[in-house]
């Protein structure tokens, strides 16, 4: 089975950085595109940032100029720099990997993975 190990969340002074990885393991023959997410409680997640195997990004407008989302395809390997970190961004942090291709050429299956999230909490 395919799996998501998150690493990088804890605790950070406001106007501080922290970065966080995500790693994608498994028979993994390709994947679409990858990003990261965030909730707080009682709301929808959110998208953050996001990426594709060509390297085309988006990023939500609330975080445009502080996060940069990077990745290494070889690996299937994405970060999250996240940057001049203020109290709103404290939530759980949850990457996501879209239309993972997974198996054998021969015989495979293309489906959507979460990760099981990682807290960041901005202190003031």
């Known amino acids: 089975q395919v799996h998501l190990v998150e690493s990088g969340g804890g605790l950070v002074q406001a106007g501080g950085s922290l970065r966080l990885s995500c790693a994608a393991s498994?028979?993994?023959?390709?994947?679409?595109?990858m990003g990261w997410y965030r909730q707080t409680p009682g709301k929808q997640r959110e998208l953050v940032a996001s990426?594709?195997?060509?390297?085309?990004?988006n990023y939500a407008d609330s975080v445009k100029g502080r996060f940069t989302i990077s990745r290494v395809n070889a690996n299937n390997t994405v970060y999250l720099q996240m940057n001049s970190v203020k109290p709103e961004d404290t939530a759980a942090y949850y990457c996501?990997?879209?239309?993972?291709?997974?198996?054998?050429?021969?015989?495979?299956?293309?489906?959507?993975?979460w990760g099981q999230g990682t807290q960041v909490t901005v202190s003031s």
């Open positions: 990426i594709t195997s060509g390297g085309t990004t």
């Open positions: 498994g028979s993994i023959l390709s994947i679409n595109a």
């Open positions: 996501n990997a879209a239309g993972v291709r997974y198996g054998t050429r021969a015989y495979y299956y293309t489906r959507d993975y």
